[in-house]
């Protein structure tokens, strides 16, 4: 094909060619203007009598055009700075051209005055023109103009017919890369303002929200890219309540500051931010918070390559702490997570210690070494077991990981002298039914009894010597976050792309959701502000109906639900029933007694505690029926000590079921 041959030609042949085809139409251009003038009685005149402008006008023009870079710009990409230029660089040509017909008027015949107004018009338009044509030519766009003509619109291409809402700035860099990478079809915008719809805008109509369903009859528009990267979270997920009901699928450019980093590709086009569909705005954090125990510091993040520990790491890096100290105990991840943030302190060149660390937080010695090689000011513990089925079926690893782990992170944070300690809890730590819930509870437990001792007797510690508590410790306890390691969006996303089922637990579950970065943020800031011992809780806004959010989800795929009142839809949702341990809701509040914050997003809880020598004792019985392999120890013993904990059911411990069935 003509465009790809043309395209893959060598940098100097393409000059070459444009060099070429410039003079052809300076000469046409020189022609026309005395054709113009003198009428079409004697074509060949020009050439006779004025022969020596046909060889001075490209000898003025071509070395301008180089000087003006009109030989550097990209065709596929010529901008308003390229077209200034050939204005600038044409203009100057044809004013240089005048002066010297000037001066050769009389040794020449007389050429006509107007001569040089038309020579410099027609050059424009041609010059100019020729470039505008060859840059829609080369990105396709001359193509999806012809096809936006109601008589051609019928065409098959077999290229997805799309819509794009938005018809700003985002939306008309979206219609350029679709017409470069000629992977979709662009048929129609969609745009709320009552002046722009009706009108033509990059050769496609614009409608109003209200007519969606007209423009899907006459464009046969299948999908729809959302190209609102500055629009709220609430008004986002207005647009999607009013598209959810048409059978299109849904999608989105990235938001305004990856925009700003780079404009818009069609490989950034992504499934809509599940964020969205949610519709609360984040609250802008108060960097003061962010900073306060962090610049200038050492800080350690346990668990660091989890979904949470990440982020953390993450925000850390722009609050401007001298060390951060990755502990994981995962290798894959401690490497993944260690690799991303080094590139970050390279391209933006921070003055920042990145130290990866491989362990466990059941490693007390190993802990305490690194706090104290490195000086630990702040910890944030992240590190736990979190999977609510897996922990009830691993039993032991969940008490010694979540407990014992917790319990080593903390004694040996105030061994070290570590100012401040956050603990990332859980809603699930609320009248928990589940081993998971009642362990993260423990942990949280563990911290309010230490907040108590100024000189605490650590445990396990025979030397009979007390501790200098300077720690301040802090929880934090918050819901369920989007794209996190088990999150439930990532598996109804693959369970729609394969055709169904969806499955949902239970048709009443509910969830409060939160996203990744802004829990991250609201947890630093939260540990900023406890004093000691306190227990805050994050405004997670309203739970969400899983069933119903699979169904939106289904729905912005372009897809129908498959039901009783509808047979014929594309995707049925399936109940699987309510896993070991897992509720139908969740809590934040063990009780209703809570306390505002200066924080709008973030609350204190009043919690009950446990003295720390009380709390060694159950802590000591409940790792011997560990040890043990007591499994029904440990649940009476969970029962006793964390308030609200009702497991339902029986035992479901891998190991305790197969001791049950043997001889």
């Known amino acids: 094909m003509l465009r790809e041959r043309l395209l893959k030609l060598p940098r100097r042949y393409k000059r070459l060619l444009q060099v070429t085809t410039d003079i052809i139409l ?14 079409m009685d004697d074509l060949l005149y020009p050439f006779r009598a004025h022969s020596w402008l046909f060889a001075v006008a490209p000898a003025i023009a071509i070395p301008l055009f180089i000087r003006f870079g009109m030989y550097r710009a990209v065709m596929r990409y010529l901008g308003n700075d390229a077209l200034i230029a050939i204005w600038k660089a044409v203009t100057i040509s044809a004013l240089v051209l005048s002066l010297v017909v000037y001066w050769n008027r009389a040794v020449t ?58 018809a700003g700035s985002a939306g008309n860099q979206l219609i350029a890369a679709l017409r470069a990478g000629r992977a979709m079809r662009p048929v129609a915008f969609i745009d709320d303002d009552d002046e722009i719809a009706g009108r033509v805008i990059a050769g496609l109509r614009a409608y109003k929200p209200k007519h969606i369903q007209q423009m899907i009859e006459e464009t046969g528009a299948q999908e729809i ?84 520990g990440a982020e953390l ?31 970050r302190i390279k391209r933006e060149s921070l003055a920042l210690q990145l130290v990866p660390i491989l362990g466990t937080v059941r490693n007390a010695d190993r802990l305490l070494d690194v706090m104290r090689t490195w000086k630990v000011a702040t910890v944030y513990h992240a590190a736990a077991y979190k999977h609510v089925p897996i922990v009830e079926h ?39 039914t589940n081993v998971m819930g009642s362990t993260k509870r423990l942990a949280e437990m563990i911290l309010q009894a230490l907040s108590q001792e100024s000189a605490p007797l650590l445990f396990g510690d025979r030397s009979g010597v007390h501790q200098v508590n300077k720690t301040r410790f802090t929880m934090v306890r918050f819901g369920n976050v989007l ?61 969400v109906k899983i069933l119903e959010l699979a169904e939106r989800m289904i729905r912005l795929s372009g897809l129908s639900v ?74 009476q013993l969970l029962r006793e000590v964390v308030n609200g904990y009702s497991p339902e059911g029986d035992i479901v411990d891998l190991i305790h079921q197969q001791r049950r069935v043997e001889p």
């Open 109 to 166: 015949e007389v050429v006509p005055r107007s001569l040089v107004l038309n020579y410099w018009w027609l050059s424009l338009l041609m010059v100019g023109g020729l470039r505008l044509a060859m840059r829609q030519y080369f990105m396709g766009g001359w193509y999806d103009a012809v096809q936006s003509v109601p008589f051609f619109n019928n065409k098959q291409d077999g290229l997805p017919k799309v819509a794009v809402y938005g």
């Open 313 to 343: 790491c993450r925000q850390i890096l722009s609050c401007g702490a001298t060390t951060l100290i990755l502990f994981e105990h995962c290798e894959f991840n401690l490497y993944r997570v260690h690799q991303e943030l080094e590139s």
């Open 225 to 308: 890219l959302l190209a609102i990267p500055s629009a709220s979270r609430a008004r986002r997920r207005e647009i999607l309540g009013l598209l959810e009901p048409y059978p299109l699928h849904v999608r989105s450019v990235p938001g305004f500051i990856d925009l700003a980093n780079g404009g818009v590709r069609v490989d950034d086009i992504q499934e809509v931010d599940i964020a969205d569909l949610l519709g609360r705005d984040p609250v802008a954090p108060r960097k003061e918070l962010l900073e306060h125990c962090i610049r200038g510091q050492a800080v350690m993040v346990t668990g660091a390559g989890g979904s949470i």
């Open 394 to 432: 691993n039993i032991s690893e969940g008490v010694l990981n979540n407990v014992l782990g917790t319990l080593h992170t903390a004694q040996t944070a105030i061994q070290a002298g570590v100012q401040n300690f956050v603990l990332i809890s859980t809603d699930k730590a609320v009248r928990p």
């Open 26 to 39: 300076v000469w046409v251009a020189l022609w026309l203007s005395f054709v113009a003038r003198l009428g």
């Open 483 to 543: 794209g996190s390691s088990g999150s439930v969006i990532p598996l109804f996303r693959e369970q729609i792309r394969r055709g169904g089922p969806v499955t949902v637990t239970h048709p009443g579950i509910t969830r409060y959701f939160m996203t990744i970065p802004e829990a991250a943020q609201l947890v630093i800031q939260a540990g900023s502000m406890g004093r000691g011992g306190d227990v805050f809780v994050l405004d997670m806004g309203q739970p």
């Open 562 to 635: 498959r039901s009783e009142r509808t047979p014929h839809g594309d995707i049925a949702i399936e109940f699987s029933g309510l896993r070991p341990g897992e509720k139908l809701y969740e809590e934040l509040l063990i009780g209703d007694n809570v306390s505002a914050t200066d924080h709008p997003m973030i609350m204190k809880a009043n919690e009950e505690l446990m003295s720390w020598e009380t709390f060694k004792v159950a802590l000591a019985e409940l790792l011997k029926a560990v040890e043990r392999g007591d499994y029904s120890r440990v649940r």
